[in-house]
């Protein structure tokens, strides 16, 4: 995570799924950013907690698709 603008962002440009493992990977991601020194840091990157990003990202954007569906 690059900071809280990259958090802040996703958080408003997706809509809640609805889907247990996206809320899980939500929780696990915003979990380690407030324990992460890097992620709290602007500009600073986090390997981490990037993959916990795309992680909820994509199950995020599943669960949408399986809505439409």
Known sequence: MTGPEHTTEA????????DPFADEAWRAAIEHAAGCPACRTPGAGCETG???LRTYEEAARKARSEEGV
């Open 50 to 52: 990037e993959r916990l």
């Open 11 to 18: 958080a408003h440009t997706t809509e809640e799924p609805k």
